[in-house]
T-cell receptor, first 113, second 115 residues
């Protein structure tokens, strides 16, 4: 029973354009969400987070949007750069999971020069 | 150190053998987390520690898996009598606290292959 879903296993975007990565969750008790970025042979690194009291959080080229009624969040990267090519994991916490994160399966982003 | 260190990078074991993985958290971080990633799928939480005390072990398989974080030693995750399905990348992460707003810093992982 996958509580955090990333339905697109992969995404290709042209350099300079916008990348939009999507994440859906089923547990309405989740109230804190994060995006992690992972390069091959490395551990995930934290990218950006959002609390359920907000619907948007921005950090440079990265913006996360949260739609609580739809149980959906998205990560926007503008403009996309070749160095952004990585696997992006959405993670959620809250409810019975407390401080533990529940991760989605990841989306592989390829930014083409 | 400034990074979470995990050893070894790769570990190959025959089915039924023991596997032991190590993790050195970032200096000053009190919390350590272990995750299992099978076949590049989502990370499954296994166990967390607050210093040397188990904080949450709800993800740990009841049999064969054990973990420790002893003072002045790397944390360890041990699998007795490995099975084929234990093949995965095991990630360790550390944080200053378990508060959700505290970022977890991940190590590079140990790839366990059970043959």
């Amino acid at each position: 029973d996958q509580q955090v879903k990333q339905n697109s296993p992969s995404l290709s975007v042209q350099e300079g354009r916008i990348s939009i990565l999507n994440c859906d969750y089923t547990n309405s008790m989740f109230d804190y969400f994060l995006w992690y970025k992972k390069y091959p042979a490395e551990g995930p690194t934290f990218l950006i987070s959002i609390s359920s009291i907000k619907d948007k959080n921005e950090d440079g080229r990265f913006t996360v949007f949260l739609n609580k009624s739809a149980k959906h969040l998205s990560l926007h990267i503008v403009p996309s750069q070749p160095g952004d090519s990585a696997v992006y994991f959405c993670a959620a916490s809250g409810g019975n999971y407390g401080q533990n994160f529940v991760f989605g399966p990841g989306t592989r982003l390829s930014v083409l020069p | 150190g400034e990074e979470v260190a995990q050893t070894p990078k790769h570990l190959v074991r025959g089915e039924g053998q023991k596997a032991k993985l190590y993790c050195a958290p970032i200096k000053g971080h009190s919390y350590v987390f272990w995750y299992q990633q099978v076949l590049k799928n989502e990370f499954k939480f296994l166990i967390s520690f607050q210093n040397e005390n188990v904080f949450d072990e709800t993800g740990m398989p009841k049999e064969r898996f054990s973990a420790k974080c002893l003072p002045n030693s790397p944390c360890s995750l041990e699998i007795q009598a490995t099975k084929l399905e234990d093949s995965a990348v095991y990630f360790c992460a550390s944080s200053q606290s378990t508060a959700r707003y505290n970022e977890q810093f991940f190590g590079p992982g140990t790839r366990l292959t059970v043959l």
